[in-house]
């Protein structure tokens, strides 16, 4: 009965599953322009794929968790990477995949409960924080691969661009994550290094904190700063901002296409 139990908490869900499948589907169509309206099928490759990204980043700060000490992972379903299961679906999916709609922005989400009590060791703490981010890091070179490996023979421009846009995402939410503010992965990382007292001091803000970021992130200063690196790292990558452009151009298939993005433009 244990056994069964334990797989069946590690079983992938049907809901993620079914997530990929809307990711492949769509990316075959973006691929092959398929579609009648290309820019809705990019609308679905790169939300759905972006929401992929999400669950595997909660997956890592789960099976991470698991391997450092917290059993109980398990039968939470964080293992199953079924994005129904987060304590918070609002802050982990939902509020990112609208963040995206409105801004082309990869907002971190984050909402995995982890018995930190059962947990030994302020390396395998600040590891298990790590973890997520790191996923979006290797999601990024992923994404990014065919660019910096001077693979993009063959590819259609249109898939390129989606490509491109899922990269910024990618490395945005990774970026961000780091960030060592109360409530986000970077501060899980430095936390465990910290003293007690000042641990006590900086709880109450924790609940703000991403919300603090965000709302720097609309200073236009620093705002443009935030996106210069951004470009600056993707431009290193091989990832033009003409390809991130228009992978967002594209994405937005409610507005009026710039005829420059067009593959015959």
């Not at 600056?232 to 452009?245: E, P, W």
Request: charged share 10%.
């Amino acid at each position: 009965m244990t056994t069964a139990t334990a797989r069946s908490d590690r079983r992938i869900s049907p809901v993620f599953l079914g997530i990929a499948a809307v990711a492949a589907v769509s990316g075959w169509a973006v691929w092959t322009d398929f579609a009648e309206q290309p820019g809705f099928a990019t609308f679905l490759f790169v939300t759905a794929a972006w929401v992929v990204s999400l669950c595997l980043h909660e997956y890592a700060h789960a099976r991470t968790a698991l391997h450092s000490g917290d059993i109980s992972i398990g039968a939470k379903g964080y293992l199953t990477l079924n994005p129904l299961r987060y304590t918070h679906a609002l802050l982990s999916i939902v509020l990112p995949v609208l963040f995206l709609i409105m801004g082309g922005i990869g907002l971190p989400g984050g909402a995995v409960f982890i018995e930190r009590g059962r947990i030994r060791g302020r390396w395998r703490h600040s590891l298990i924080s790590a973890a997520g981010p790191l996923t979006n890091v290797l999601f990024a070179i992923v994404c990014t691969a065919p660019f910096w490996l001077d693979a993009l023979a063959g590819v259609p421009a249109a898939f390129r661009y989606a490509l491109g846009f899922l990269a910024l995402l990618q490395v945005t939410a990774a970026i961000l994550n780091f960030v060592p503010v109360p409530g986000l992965d970077g501060y899980g990382v430095i936390e465990p290094w910290l003293s007690h007292s000042v641990r006590r001091q900086v709880e109450p803000f924790a609940p703000f904190g991403l919300i603090a970021v965000f709302a720097l992130l609309w200073v236009p200063g620093v705002n443009a700063a935030f996106f210069d690196a951004v470009h600056a790292l993707l431009r290193s990558l091989g990832v033009s901002d003409f390809d991130t452009y228009c992978g967002l151009d594209s994405y937005r298939f409610w507005q009026t296409p710039d005829a420059r993005c067009s593959p015959n433009g």
